[in-house]
């Protein structure tokens, strides 16, 4: 099947600086979506792309869908204590198959 | 509320054991998935069934089984568990085709087996 790469695996940032996370993927995908997952809680949808080139923003958050649509990014800005969380990329295989990369895991410093 | 919900949250178990984690939406999705979390957060499908039927059976050992009595309700029946299981599972719904609204999932079952 195919795989994601999702970097950096662990970020460590001061209260209100911005983030950048970015997944590539060796295989087309159609569909790129961004989830957050908080401890002892399931992933959460943040941005849905599905369209190559779009870019979307979601409040304080903005995704990208990359023009060879192998590739996507997460931008977080003015980072607050409750963005504290795992960050999760997927990819829409087929129909119905998510292909999640291995999750980004952001730490704010107050 | 509507939601994807599971039960129970939490499952320690001895080894050889048999265990099942239900799994109901109300969302009106007709797709339904499980996944698998391992302790490195990697997270990977292992089934999924639309209006009762299997569509994806991803390489999951036989001891997993998987029931749907209907296109609100996955089960997740597990026999003679393993130390490996041990991880986090969780259920999701969908429409299909997915488009840009994704997955919604539930909050997951710890299962830990000694």
């Known amino acids: 099947g195919q795989q994601l790469n999702q970097s950096p695996q662990s970020m460590f940032i001061q209260e209100g600086e911005d983030v950048s996370m970015n997944c590539t993927s060796s295989?087309?995908?159609?569909?790129w979506l961004w989830y957050k997952q908080d401890p002892g809680e399931g992933p959460v949808l943040l941005i849905a792309l599905y369209k190559a080139g779009e870019l979307t923003s979601n409040g304080r958050l903005t995704a990208q869908f990359g023009i060879t649509r192998k590739d996507s990014f997460l931008n977080i800005s003015a980072s607050i204590p409750s963005d504290v969380g795992i960050y999760f990329c997927a990819g829409l295989e087929g129909a119905q198959k998510l292909v999640f990369g291995q999750g980004t895991r952001l730490t704010i410093n107050p | 509320d509507t939601a994807v919900s599971q039960t129970p949250k939490y499952l320690v178990t001895q080894m050889g054991n048999d265990k099942s984690i239900k799994c109901e939406q109300n969302?009106?999705?007709?797709?339904m998935y499980w996944y698998k979390q391992d302790s490195k957060k990697f997270l990977k499908i292992m089934f999924s069934?639309?209006?009762?039927?299997?569509?994806i059976n991803e390489t999951v050992p036989n001891r997993f089984s998987p029931k749907s009595p209907d296109k609100a309700h996955l089960n997740l029946h597990i026999n003679s568990l393993e130390l490996g299981d041990s991880a986090v599972y969780f259920c999701?719904?969908?429409?299909?085709?997915?488009?840009?609204?994704?997955?919604?999932f539930g909050s997951g079952t710890r299962l830990t087996v000694v």
């Open positions: 969302l009106g999705h007709d797709t």
């Open positions: 999701a719904s969908s429409q299909v085709p997915i488009q840009g609204y994704g997955y919604t």
């Open positions: 295989s087309i995908f159609n569909t």
């Open positions: 069934y639309n209006n009762k039927e299997l569509i």
